[in-house]
């Protein structure tokens, strides 16, 4: 009804433009621009208050628009114009405060306290150009807690080319966001419940994950694909370059390379696949094959052969107010003797053999009974999350119960126009090892 009423506008803009001729050609280009302009709002309207719309292209020109399914609707931006440059961003403010668990309590007894922190966790920027209907650069530059000097930290976090061939084939070069779960392409703060981004997607899928690389993607019938050939993660520590290597508690977390002057001695293949024809639903998984090895040595000179199989299964949907999410993961990496080896660890300190977890989410849009006519949206939500990160270690080496844990996550979302976002939750954190610290957690964030 909308765009009815748009090309109403302009007919009726128009008749009057052709029947006054007195009317300057400068009044007429006015005229049909704030109409462009009106258009191009309403598409981008289209964005739900759950954010699950991207930005959709209205170039009729373009081959290739971005789908839901794979940026974020701030990342997407670039692909919204129909030629030049294109500036986005977003933006998350957090306050959290922690809590000791009880002795006889659930989450054990804590023995280290942690104060309350108030961190500008992010501040994002996209730089696009598009240089025509087939070729667009795409990018994103990031300070994470603010200051360099105090802990933060400045990086890319992609940077690309693409060249949109035809809508069942694209190809990208560059850095690129890898694409697996449902948090890591799509972690804008607007986009997902929680203050934070769920443990499984951190730690287990270390989000955000990009790399250095190149692949194909695109869409055939109700198949949505993506994959890639990027440079492989890096098991061992090099205190020289800042790289923990894979950890006990952290799973693959620290071996990330990041594109910074990335080891490619191993390369690794991603492929995802998804299901997407139901609309305002999302069916699909990936697998990641990797050797971490990366060329590096064990003390003894022997070098590090450290396989990694990853694949993880997921499901996001929402109908008429109600929302969920799901996500199971599994991780096996091998030569973890020597990974051990090379970065020190001993007893309880091993990498795992075997990670595994997965979490499940709900969320309600209560206006929807309450102010179904509202732009608004209030969301209150509960999520679950079991994972470990030491599943099975080698002979030689115990795993530690503490790796084995359950986050219990219950909160608010609070949306007063799509693109901006208040949020507040509880979380119970607690594993097989008795510890725990549970934390208030407040925060806010915005996309544009």
């Known amino acids: 009804m909308k765009r009815g009423i748009v090309c109403f506008v302009a007919i009726l803009v128009c008749c009057g433009v052709l029947k006054a001729e007195d009317v300057d050609s400068a009044w007429k280009k006015q005229m049909e621009s704030k109409i462009d302009a009106l258009t191009q709002e309403l598409e981008k309207a289209k964005l739900s208050p759950s954010g699950d719309a991207a930005v959709e292209n209205t170039s009729a020109s373009t081959p290739l628009a971005i789908s839901p399914y794979s940026l974020g609707p701030a990342a997407s931006k670039v692909y919204g114009v129909d030629k030049g440059l294109s500036i986005g961003g977003y933006g998350e403010l957090i306050y959290q405060s922690f809590t000791h668990a009880h002795a006889?309590?659930?989450?054990?007894?804590?023995?280290?306290?942690?104060?309350?922190?108030?961190?500008?966790?992010?501040?994002?920027?996209?730089?696009?150009?598009?240089?025509?209907?087939?070729?667009?650069?795409?990018?994103?530059?990031?300070?994470?807690?603010?200051?360099?000097?105090?802990?933060?930290?400045?990086?890319?976090?992609?940077?690309?080319?693409?060249?949109?061939?035809?809508?069942?084939?694209?190809?990208?070069?560059?850095?690129?966001?890898?694409?697996?779960g449902l948090t890591n392409e799509y972690h804008e703060p607007t986009v997902f419940h929680g203050v934070l981004r769920p443990d499984v997607e951190t730690y287990?899928?270390?989000?955000?994950?990009?790399?250095?690389?190149?692949?194909?993607?695109?869409?055939?019938?109700?198949?949505?694909?993506?994959?890639?050939?990027?440079?492989?993660?890096?098991?061992?520590?090099?205190?020289?370059?800042?790289?923990?290597?894979?950890?006990?508690?952290?799973?693959?977390?620290?071996?990330?390379?990041?594109?910074?002057?990335?080891?490619?001695?191993?390369?690794?293949?991603?492929?995802?696949?998804?299901?997407?024809?139901?609309?305002?639903?999302?069916?699909?998984?990936?697998?990641?094959?990797?050797?971490?090895?990366?060329?590096?040595?064990?003390?003894?000179?022997?070098?590090?052969?450290?396989?990694?199989?990853?694949?993880?299964?997921?499901?996001?949907?929402?109908?008429k107010g109600l929302e969920m999410r799901a996500l199971y993961t599994q991780t096996t990496i091998g030569g973890v003797g020597e990974i051990n080896q090379a970065n020190g660890f001993t007893g309880n300190q091993s990498v795992g053999q075997y990670l595994w977890g997965g979490y499940v989410e709900v969320a309600y849009n209560i206006l929807n009974v309450f102010a179904p006519q509202s732009t608004q949206y209030v969301s209150p939500f509960f999520r679950y999350e079991r994972y470990n990160t030491q599943g099975t270690v080698p002979d030689g080496y115990e795993s530690d119960p503490a790796n084995d844990r359950r986050i219990y996550t219950t909160g608010i979302s609070y949306k007063p126009i799509p693109r901006v976002v208040l949020k507040a939750d509880w979380q119970v954190r607690n594993s097989h090892g008795g510890g725990g610290v549970n934390a208030f957690n407040l925060g806010t964030g915005y996309e544009f």
């Open 104 to 180: 006889d309590g659930i989450a054990g007894d804590e023995t280290e306290p942690r104060n309350a922190e108030l961190n500008l966790a992010r501040w994002v920027t996209y730089f696009g150009y598009r240089f025509n209907d087939k070729i667009v650069f795409n990018s994103e530059l990031e300070l994470e807690a603010a200051n360099s000097g105090k802990g933060g930290e400045a990086e890319v976090e992609f940077a690309y080319l693409d060249f949109a061939l035809w809508k069942p084939l694209g190809f990208r070069v560059g850095e690129l966001l890898l694409p697996v």
């Open 204 to 319: 287990l899928i270390p989000t955000t994950w990009h790399e250095n690389g190149a692949g194909y993607y695109g869409q055939a019938g109700p198949f949505a694909y993506r994959g890639y050939v990027v440079a492989g993660l890096r098991a061992a520590k090099d205190d020289s370059r800042g790289q923990d290597g894979l950890q006990p508690d952290l799973g693959l977390f620290e071996a990330r390379q990041e594109g910074s002057r990335s080891k490619a001695h191993d390369l690794a293949f991603v492929q995802r696949l998804d299901y997407v024809a139901l609309q305002g639903w999302l069916f699909g998984g990936s697998v990641y094959i990797d050797n971490a090895g990366q060329g590096d040595t064990t003390p003894s000179g022997d070098r590090i052969d450290a396989p990694i199989t990853m694949w993880e299964t997921h499901i996001r949907g929402e109908y």
